[in-house]
Nanobody
Framework: QVQLVESGGGLVQPGGSLRLSCAAS????????MSWYRQAPGKEREFVAD????????NYADSVKGRFTISRDNAKKTMYLQMNNLKPEDTAVYYC???????WGQGTQVTVSS
């Protein structure tokens, strides 16, 4: 059974940091590109970042470049998103995904507010 379980969300003040995790099981994690997406209230889901199977290639949305860092640990079957200098506009539910398999996690809420 395929599972993608996100964790690490929460409430943080502007300028703060959070680290999201996505624990995967039920498929060959190490051979797939993994992605983070987010969906803010009233908006469409949008791409945040992705990482190649080996971790050597990463892509970011312009809105998060220089602030967010995606990484993965294939031995632990886990992907991460380090989010620094958070802004109120980063408030959203964050999802991990295997786009090529149309797998999605249940999401974790990130709220940036003073």
């Amino acid at each position: 059974q395929v599972q993608l379980v996100e964790s690490g969300g929460g409430l943080v003040q502007p300028g703060g940091s959070l680290r999201l995790s996505c624990a995967a099981s039920g498929f060959s994690f190490s051979i797939y590109i993994m992605s983070w997406y987010r969906q803010a209230p009233g908006k469409e889901r949008e791409f945040v970042a992705d990482i190649s199977s080996g971790g050597g290639s990463k892509n970011y949305a312009d809105s998060v470049k220089g602030r967010f860092t995606i990484s993965r640990d294939n031995a632990k079957k886990t992907m991460y998103l380090q989010m620094n200098n958070l802004k109120p506009e980063d408030t959203a539910v964050y999802y991990c995904s295997v786009q090529s398999l149309a797998y999605w996690g249940q999401g974790t809420q990130v709220t940036v507010s003073s």
